[in-house]
């Protein structure tokens, strides 16, 4: 029994209780990960109801007097950014999964880094709008699009970011055993995490998709 | 394989992922003043409210709500949003977020400071968290409570008045949306964190620190909607209607702004209980075997994860309006006040219902208890629950009817309506089978929930005549809706939580609730509470609107006898206080091991619960609530303490 376990007044475990402890963190981080989609598409609903909700109603015929548009190119710029973050996180989570470490450090952090240059244009572009925020229904909309665009960026930099960190960190420490295959419970639970986040951030780009059209294309 | 095989063969480290592997302490942990615990919270978020103020002012001065008042709806967002920046991160809650930055990961966690002031922190263990959240709704019910005396007081006469008509429908807002942000967490909060795992024999939360973030956050909701009050009040009741809404003073910033914060807490915590009672269920604990209260946790969590988010979004867009100006519910600009009433009922509706399956939870799992035998039609509950959670996300036009809703809509929704009470009853007609002919121990808790049964019977039945739309049309609007929710909500939830919290304190606490004082607070409670509402059906079918100050004089009557049975019902959460700090503090009577004779698995465990819950990992070996049945098989087997070499404790 280890030192720590007897300071804590914690019985220590079977393996086979751990084992099954284990599982359930692991599995947790599973239905964590796709309950964060459901939290997250219910979110990101409700801007797109409200958008054809205004839409539709077209109250004083101010939903878009003059089809007024956000910047064309930086959205543009913006979700193709965003797609090759979705890219990178996932053909990284496919590298991992093989068995290349390197590969995947490489692809998250050119990841953190296109999402971190799509989250700067996002704001830059809130300076370059051709409308005020409350001149129509769509200029409002687009500007709770653009905040809910931020958050999104902010998450999947952030949710990147410290899954690399953290397999950086587990190399590491763990020496001579790679997270992509150790049985070491931490290498377990970051590939889990690895796998929730790929998850995410597919999702993110799909949804991204979405608004993109609805916002710069329709 | 069986256990005992194993414990020869023990490992040590960081494998179990439990909270409490113990780490050297960082500075943040230890005792002393350099700690973070709920002074430091204060601290930072009083100077985060400083700086957020600031910043407002900085970036937009002169921009202000009312020409030359001085006060600039961007600093009071700012202000209050950095204050609960500043909260959290005073309390110690940013902390692993920010490690994680540098790779730290939730296995290397840090034992908690073992002795009274972990109440005052930021903590792991679901436990405590149990504790902190009772602490917390009693507050928020305290001072909803007060707010509800000052309304009662201002009905007693209709033409001479204490406030003036501003400032009473401004008491009325903040009294509504207190009381329905505390009745959000009331059970799922002090009662879901602490027994869920208990009862499903985990020894941990999935995701602890997410727990312990929605507490706090919880409580940064709580004084961001108080803030409303100095900030002069909001003018729309709990519902937050534009345009209203928009025209609205500095107040209305901190009701959307507590709501988007309390919203986020709500959204963790049903996070948290879910993913906790989907994994962490203890070998053997099939879906058919789970207690009733943990299943209507679970479909509260799902209305939580799921709805909860639209109102978070409905918050920010008002936020925006207020801020920058966007015209999301300003109909002159392109937007639509319609649009706040849809996103608010979309979330509004489910709500209700957060608001009730986790009372049907404890009532299902006392009702065994008490009546000493199974729960009648126990699979029917738990479908009864699950099919009010996904109902529940396609009737909320039904608070719309009279809003300029298309006609042609109105007999789908009154017809979805309608059908949500079919699951509803099956529920109710579950309680009604295990109490019919049944032995009843008529101990304290049992008492609350037939109270329960006899309230939301009332409540139940107005809510049908309510989705009726043409009598929909004559009393929407009016003291009828009014009483038909008080009933479901304090008639239904709250007595609920008083069941649960006087059968569960002895094992939270170790101490018994003195019964005589309890009577006493029961037998007000339940008479007052009717003799209270009941009236008001009376005074809304009479036509006596909500949220006015004022009414006709032949109400008064009435009005009055409802005000005096008010008082009386704000008596007797006195006594319950007093109860509370007699049976607790002054003369404290130590709670036998399982008082009411429970199979439940929370009364299996040593008291005080150790922070590992379980010395080993329970195997449930049947279905619960097996009582008064001869040769029954005990509900779990706890595995071997001293004797490893059990054959019978295997997992498989
Ligand atoms: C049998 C089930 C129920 C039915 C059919 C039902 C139906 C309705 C209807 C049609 C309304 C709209 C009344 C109006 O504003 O004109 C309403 C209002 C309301 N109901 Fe229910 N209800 C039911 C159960 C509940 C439960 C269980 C709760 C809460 C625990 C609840 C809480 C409320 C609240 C808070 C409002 C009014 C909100 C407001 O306008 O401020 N209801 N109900
Ligand atoms: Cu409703």
């Known amino acids: ?25 692991i599995s947790s981080i599973w239905t964590g990960g796709r309950l964060f989609i459901g939290i997250y598409t219910f979110m990101l609903a409700s801007l797109v109801f409200s958008y054809f909700y205004l839409r539709s109603s077209d109250t004083g015929l101010l939903w878009r007097p003059d ?37 995947f450090s490489v692809a998250a952090w050119s990841g953190v880094v296109t999402g971190l240059i799509a989250l700067l244009l996002q704001i830059i572009e809130l300076s370059h709008l051709s409308f005020y925020p409350g001149s129509s229904g769509y200029a409002s909309t687009f500007i709770g699009f653009a905040v809910m665009n931020i958050v999104s960026l902010v998450i999947s930099a952030y949710w990147l970011e410290t899954t690399v960190a953290r397999g950086m960190r587990i190399r590491r420490e763990v020496e001579g055993e790679n997270p992509e295959f150790s049985s070491n419970p931490r290498a377990r639970a970051f590939r889990a995490d690895v796998a929730a986040m790929s998850y995410f951030q597919v999702f993110l780009t799909l949804a991204g998709a979405l608004l993109f059209a609805m916002f710069y294309l329709m | 394989m069986t256990i005992s095989d194993e414990r020869s063969t023990e490992v040590s480290g960081p494998v179990s992922g439990h909270p409490h592997n113990t780490r050297k302490l960082s500075w943040t ?12 919270a204060i601290v930072f978020g009083v100077i985060g409210y400083l700086i957020g103020h600031w910043f407002g002012n900085y970036l937009a001065s002169g921009y202000s709500y009312i020409a030359n008042s001085g006060q600039n709806s961007i600093a009071n967002t700012l202000a209050l949003a950095f204050g609960v920046v500043g909260w959290l991160g005073g309390i110690g809650a940013l902390n692993y977020p920010f490690a994680k930055l540098f790779g730290v990961d939730g296995l290397e966690e840090e034992s908690p400071v073992d002795n009274w002031s972990k109440y005052f922190r930021y903590s792991l263990d679901h436990k405590i968290v149990g504790l902190q959240y009772v602490v917390g709704v009693l507050l928020f019910m305290f001072t909803g409570g007060l707010l509800a005396m000052a309304i009662r007081t201002e009905l007693l006469n209709p033409t001479t008045h204490i406030f003036s008509p501003d400032v009473y429908i401004k008491i009325v807002s903040e009294h509504g949306t207190i009381m329905m942000m505390m009745a959000t967490s009331i059970i799922v909060g002090p009662l879901g964190n602490y027994f869920v795992p208990l009862m499903i024999g985990a020894r941990r939360m999935a995701f602890p620190r997410i727990e312990a973030l929605s507490f706090w956050i919880f409580t940064a909701g709580y004084m961001v909607i108080f803030s409303a009050l100095p900030y002069g ?5 709990w519902t937050g209607y534009a345009p209203l809404q928009t025209q609205a003073g500095p107040g209305m910033v901190s009701y959307l702004l507590g709501f988007a914060v309390i919203g986020l807490g709500m959204i963790l915590a049903g996070f948290n209980q879910a993913v906790t009672i989907i994994n962490y269920r203890a070998p053997g604990m099939t879906w058919s075997r789970v207690p009733v209260f943990v299943w209507s946790i679970l479909a509260t969590a799902a209305l939580l994860t799921l709805a909860t988010p639209v109102l978070f979004a409905g918050g920010l867009f008002g936020l925006l309006d207020k801020t920058v100006q966007t015209a999301f519910y300003v109909d002159e600009h392109g937007g639509s006040s319609y649009l706040w009433q849809n996103l608010f009922w979309f979330f509004g509706h489910p709500e209700v219902y957060i608001m009730a399956l986790p009372g049907f939870g404890i009532a299902g799992e006392l009702l065994p208890v008490f ?17 009010v959670a996904l109902l529940s996300f396609f009737v909320w036009q039904h608070h719309l009817f009279q809003s300029g809703i298309n006609p042609d809509m109105r007999p789908l929704f009154m017809l979805t309506t309608e059908l949500i009470s079919i699951p509803t009853g099956f529920i109710y007609l579950v309680g009604m089978g295990t109490l019919y002919r049944a032995k009843i121990r008529f101990e304290l808790p049992m008492l609350f929930v037939l109270a329960l049964f006899f309230n939301f019977l009332i409540g139940g039945v107005t809510g049908v005549f309510l989705s009726d739309v043409p009598v929909n049309v004559t009393v929407h609007g009016g003291f009828f809706v009014l009483s038909h929710f008080h009933y479901t909500i304090m008639g239904g939830l709250l007595f609920a939580f008083m069941a649960g919290l006087y059968y569960w304190l002895p094992k939270m606490t170790g101490k018994m609730m003195n019964k005589k004082i309890g009577k006493v607070h029961f037998w007000l409670m339940f008479v007052f509470f009717n003799l209270t509402f009941f009236p008001m059906f009376i005074i809304g079918l009479l036509g006596q609107p909500r949220r006015v100050f004022t009414y006709a004089t032949n109400l008064q009557g009435l009005n009055d006898f409802s005000s005096i049975s008010a ?17 607790m503090w002054i003369k404290p009577e130590v709670a036998p091991a399982n008082p009411w004779e429970s199979l439940g698995l929370e009364w299996q465990t040593a008291t005080p619960v150790p922070s590992y819950n ?9 279905e619960p609530y097996r009582y008064s049945e001869e040769g029954a098989p005990a509900f779990a087997d706890f595995g071997p303490k001293d004797a490893p070499d059990s054959p019978t404790h295997t997992m498989a």
């Open chain 1, 1 to 25: 029994m280890s030192n720590s376990a007897i300071q804590s007044g914690q019985p220590s475990l079977s393996n086979e209780e751990r084992e099954y402890e284990m599982r359930a963190l």
């Open chain 1, 67 to 103: 089809h007024v548009t956000a910047p064309r190119a930086f959205g543009f710029l913006i979700f193709g950014l965003s797609l090759v973050t979705g890219l990178l996180a996932y053909v990284g989570r496919k590298r991992l999964v093989m068995g290349s470490f390197q590969d």
């Open chain 2, 29 to 40: 942990q230890r005792p002393g003043l350099l700690s973070q615990n709920l002074l430091t």
């Open chain 2, 233 to 237: 009040g909001f003018p729309t009741g």
């Open chain 2, 371 to 387: 009546c000493r035998r199974p729960l009648f039609a126990y699979k029917v509950s738990a479908a009864g629950m699950i099919g």
């Open chain 2, 567 to 583: 008082f009386i019902l704000g008596f007797s959460f006195l006594v319950f206080f007093f109860n509370l700090v007699y049976s």
């Open chain 2, 614 to 622: 379980f010395e080993r990992i329970p195997v449930i070996m049947t």
